[in-house]
């Protein structure tokens, strides 16, 4: 641990990006594990190192990494020749978590193309169940586009050596 890890900063940090997560919809107990994560300096800890920081219990731990490993925001990985796992999370995180989430716009718009079907695009819940298709469609559009501008930037940064 080095001696920023071991100070109260980093963990009023961890606590206050947390509270941020919490507030945009996030379970509470996987925000801190993921803001911890994202505060170490290896990205890696184990379960055990979650608990400690965070001053949770083991239980509470397991059930944040299950979750934000189903939502793909971490990594389960086995050290060599050992059962004990340990929780990633990666430098490009924000970026594979935006990507999905256009596949997941795409699968939601298509499910709204067929709700406007199902309810008449001329009655009042198809109309506004076609501005939501439409609205998912020019996020994915965006998306997309942001995503390439994205590369391009961090691309400089690196050059940059702010990366």
Known sequence: MTVAEDSLEPMTFVERF???LVEA????MAARVFAALLA???GVLSAAELSERLQASPAA?????RYLAQVGMLTREREPGSRRERYRVHSDQWYETFTRRDQVLARWENTL???IDALGPETAAGRRLAETAAFFDFLQD???????RWRERKSELREQGVL
Do not use: F, I, W
């Not at 919809?25 to 509470?28: A, C, H, L, S, V």
């Not at 731990?61 to 990494?65: E, H, L």
């Not at 965006?142 to 390439?148: C, I, R």
């Open 142 to 148: 965006e998306l997309v586009d942001m995503m390439a």
């Open 25 to 28: 919809g996030m379970q509470r």
């Open 18 to 20: 947390a509270a941020e």
């Open 113 to 115: 193309r067929s709700g």
């Open 61 to 65: 731990v397991s059930g944040a990494v």
């Open 40 to 42: 170490s300096d290896t």
